[in-house]
């Protein structure tokens, strides 16, 4: 079943932070997350495997809670080059194969 | 070092036609998954091919076919193709599952079925 992302969108002005969260049904193992920008592959950021892990890349960085089925992503000091749309994709217990939520639409201003 | 390459990278075919699209692996990987993906939508799981091998399919009908060769490139193949089928493909590789290293999009197949 596909993970739930909130919010659908945001905007922001550089500088500003940003939080996206991607719920499950299931009992989760990983969570990986992905950024695509238009007419672009989607790109690999993070994967964050069970035990409550928070991982940090550059100035993004991401949690899980596994009770929760929960994961956040959180953008701080948004720059131009973080605009696009974000991924979650949710791994759960049988299958190493990510689903993939609808995404999350990052626009980011000067 | 070269990533996920696809080709084509735009076709447009008739309804029940036939398409084969074509991925080639980062160098080091040696699984390769298959998405479609629908326009403002995530990515949707197909199948995914370890050691030639189908190794999990998604919720696609049979009309949706592939083959991982001794290289490790890969092949996606549509019959009978309907209007619906009309989507980016996505081809993604990975190593030892993609749980250490994450998956590696190519840029896509843009299929257009008129």
């Known amino acids: 079943q596909q993970p739930v992302q909130s919010p659908q969108a945001v905007i922001l002005r550089e500088g500003e932070d940003a939080v996206i969260n991607c719920s499950s049904s299931k009992a989760l193992y990983s969570v990986h997350w992905y950024r695509q920008k238009h007419g672009e592959a989607p790109v690999f950021l993070m994967i964050?495997?069970?035990?409550?892990e928070q991982k940090g890349h550059e100035k993004i960085s991401a949690s899980f809670n596994e009770k929760k089925q929960q994961s956040s992503l959180y953008l701080t000091a948004s720059q131009l080059s973080y605009s696009g749309t974000y991924f979650c994709?949710?791994?759960?217990?049988?299958?190493?194969?990510?689903?993939f939520g609808r995404g999350t639409s990052l626009i980011v201003h000067p | 070092d070269a990533g996920v390459t696809q080709s084509p990278t735009h076709l447009i075919k008739t309804r029940g036609q036939q398409v084969t699209l074509r991925c080639s692996p980062k160098s080091g990987h040696d699984t390769v998954s298959w998405y479609q993906q629908a326009l403002g939508q995530g990515p949707q799981f197909i199948f995914q091919y370890y050691e030639e091998e189908e190794r999990q399919r998604g919720n696609f009908p049979d009309r949706f076919s592939g083959h991982q060769f001794p290289n490790y490139s890969s092949e996606l193949n549509v019959n009978a193709l309907l209007l619906g089928d009309s989507a980016l493909y996505l081809c993604a590789s990975s190593a030892s599952g993609g749980q250490i290293g994450g998956y590696t999009f190519g840029s896509g197949t843009r299929l257009t079925v008129v």
């Open positions: 994709g949710t791994v759960s217990g049988g299958s190493y194969i990510p689903t």
């Open positions: 964050l495997l069970k035990g409550g």
